[in-house]
Every structure is written in C-alpha cells, then in structure tokens.
C-alpha cells in the first residue's frame, strides 16, 4: 500500500488520491489554502475521474525544509507525486497558484500532460503593484495583533459571501507558522512571466475565469488565446476559490470538458 506522501529531493509532498480506474486528474490547489479545497470536485467527479489533490510546499501536511523555491520545483512536485502512483499520463490542473504549477508541469513534460484545468489563473509575471500590494499584506501578517484582520480581509477577497467557508480557513490560517507563509509568498511573488511558451502546449485546456477573481480578465483572456486549444468559461459573481464557492458550475464545466476531450481521445 502506497504512502501518502512522494519524495522529492528535499522535501515530502503530502497527496490524496480518491483511487478507481478512471483518467487521473491532478489538482493543485490556491496559496493560502491545500488540498482539501478540492473536496467538491473530488465527490463529485470520483469514480468517473480518478481524482489526486496535493499541498505544495509550505501548505498543508506537506514537508519541507522551508527552503525557497519556485514554481518550476512545484511543477517537478507535481511529477514526483504522478511517479509515486505509478500515473505515466494525467489531466492536470489547479486553482491560482496551483494552476501555475500545472502550466510548468505541462511545459516540462508534455508528454505526460493530457489535458490542463486552469481555475482563476495566468501566465504573467506580478506587476509592481501586486508586488507592492502583497508585500505590506505581508508586513502586516506578521504582527501577531494585526493577522486576525489580516486574514478576515484575505477570506473576503479569495472566498467572499461565503461565510462558512470563510471561517473554516480563517481558523486554518491564523493557526499556521508564518514563516512558511513568508516562503511560499516569496515563490508566489517572485514567479515568471511564461507568456512567450505557452504556444508550446498543444492539449487540449479549460480556463474557467471567476468574474470577480484577483487574475485580471485580460490576462485570463489573453492566456487562454496563447494556448491554441483552449475553452475558456467565465463564473459570474465568483472569487478565487470559485471552486469552493461555485462547485457545481466548477464540476459541470469540468465535467463537460473532460467527456468531450479526454474521454472521446481514449475511446
């Protein structure tokens, strides 16, 4: 029986897998959140889709050595999580920060990438003011009197009306270690702009843009118009974790995605 943690060279990547024999899909999840975020799509599209969700470093159960990193070392996680199941082939995907890895992860080994699955997401680089922005967001996090407020105004813009939601991850939040919060912002802030690659994937992708998403529309947009086999779907009214808060628009866009594209391929 398979441990549920893949080793990478510095670290134990934390994975759970809803087992069965249908496509793999491997979802990474939002900074700030882990896995579990993914309970929805994993109850909803289980036994259909085989559904593995992981927590990349700094998150979740996941362990590290609390070692800077960047999303391409996430993207290589993600692989190491596909080795340990013994999955040559998956649908890859993942919400914001997750979807960053998933790009990477299709852009360092095509060949096992059947399809993505990019939830409120780009491919751009953060601009000054995002950096400016996240960098006081930061400062702040780490005044122990300031991060109850700190983390009510982050479950406000990443989950909105939800208030059940909202206090679940609150609680999470205010009981993490801030220094692995501190990391994992520096992979976040300081990602590459892959603009100029994304010509170089060729499966089939689902962009599901959130309309009141932290990602600009144009981005979004412009994202989905690079990558030459694309369907991109917007969710009125949603945020980040629009998959959380807007689950079965999420499932049955997904759901439609995949019937059409990965299940008409193998058939």
Known sequence: MLVPFARAIDAEIH??????HGPVVLLGHEFFMDRTMFASQVAALSPE??????????HGHTRD?????????SARDALTVLDQLRI????????SQGGFSAIRTALLAPERVAALILIATEAHAPTPHELDNSRRFLERWHEPRLRRQMAEHLA???????????????KRWLSRDPHATEVAAGCILGRDSILDRLSE???PVLVIHPTRAGIARTNAV?????????????????????NMTHPAQVNSAIRKFLRDTVLTQSH
């Open 15 to 20: 994975y759970e897998d809803s087992g069965g």
């Open 49 to 58: 889709f085989r559904i593995v969700t992981w927590d990349a470093r700094g």
């Open 65 to 73: 050595q609390g070692l800077p990193f960047s999303y391409w070392t």
């Open 88 to 95: 040559e082939r998956a649908i890859v995907g993942g919400t």
């Open 156 to 170: 406000q813009w990443l989950i909105g009306e939800d208030a059940w939601n909202r206090a679940v991850w609150i």
């Open 201 to 203: 994937i060729s499966c």
């Open 222 to 242: 412009e994202m989905a118009r690079l990558l030459t086999n694309s369907r991109f779907v917007e969710i009125e009214a949603a945020r980040q974790a629009v």
